[in-house]
């Protein structure tokens, strides 16, 4: 009904009922420029050759413009131009040239056709010597991207690696990333909390040095048990089945910056 006004608007003329959409979307992305994106997708586009992978947030107000198809297939494209253009800044993103306008004027498009403010709010690039491995959780709100050391013999053991970091958010691949304030809020956390079990102060901080360990073991990658077979790490994991360890990973929540 939109496309019909526009052109009985322009008298028939294409290019001029398209001028009009795109000024009803400019006015729309106007009145809605203050409200919350919250909803959305993430989607991926990782290269031929596993090398370099893009994953990029897609914000819309409800969940129903999210299954949108056209709201999907502007998602896939725009994944694939900040892959091709190397551009992670959102800004920046915008102001990319798309099929003859901007990202932008695109974005604008789509408000006025859809009646909810759209927009890219994140972009993640990865590249590597070694292979990447992409998932995306069911209902497009969770990704992975995975850097692994080497190329995979197995991409059913890639892809295991990132449900892992799907499920059970690591915060590190390795312990010596974790950053030291990080380790020392939990120490004392696990201090304090001994103390006041009654503990003297010596022994509280020889146990809280346990519970740092076991905090590696639920927040560090390699150091997690493996889901589909907890009598092993991942790291044992990787290494029985004969596949290179991982160098880094991206997990992307919707809604999280």
Do not use: W
Not at 108 to 137: F, P, W
Not at 159 to 178: L, Y
Request: hydrophobic content about 40%; aromatic content about 6%; glycine content about 6%.
């Amino acid at each position: 009904m939109d496309c019909k006004k526009a052109l009985a608007e322009a008298n028939g003329n294409m290019e001029e009922a398209i001028e009009y959409l795109r000024k009803k979307g400019q006015k729309v992305s106007a009145q809605r420029a203050d409200r919350e994106a919250k909803q959305g997708i993430i989607v991926a586009f990782i290269g031929e050759n596993g090398k370099k992978a893009v994953a990029l947030e897609l914000n819309c107000e409800t969940d129903f413009v999210a299954r949108n198809e056209e709201f999907q297939a502007n998602a896939e494209a725009f994944a694939k131009l900040a892959f091709e253009s190397n551009v992670s800044d959102a800004a920046a993103f915008r102001e990319l040239p798309y099929e003859g306008i901007t990202v932008a004027k695109q974005l604008e498009t789509l408000v006025g056709k859809i009646g909810e403010k759209i927009d890219v709010s994140k972009i993640n690039i990865m590249e590597t010597a070694g292979q990447i491995v992409s998932y995306i959780h069911p209902g497009s709100q969770l990704a992975v991207l995975v850097d692994f050391e080497g190329a995979l013999k197995n991409d059913e053991v890639g892809k295991d690696v990132a449900m892992q970091i799907a499920a059970m958010s690591p915060i590190a691949t390795r312990r010596e990333e974790v950053d030291a304030s990080v380790l020392e809020k939990e120490r004392e956390i696990a201090k304090e909390l001994l103390i006041n079990e009654g503990k003297p102060a010596d022994i509280a901080e020889k146990a809280a040095e346990g519970k740092i360990r076991r905090f590696f073991e639920e927040r560090v990658l390699l150091e997690q048990k493996f889901v589909k077979d907890g009598s092993v790490t991942v790291a044992q994991y990787l290494k029985q089945s004969g596949e290179p360890s991982v160098n880094t990973f991206k997990r992307l929540q919707l809604g999280e910056h």
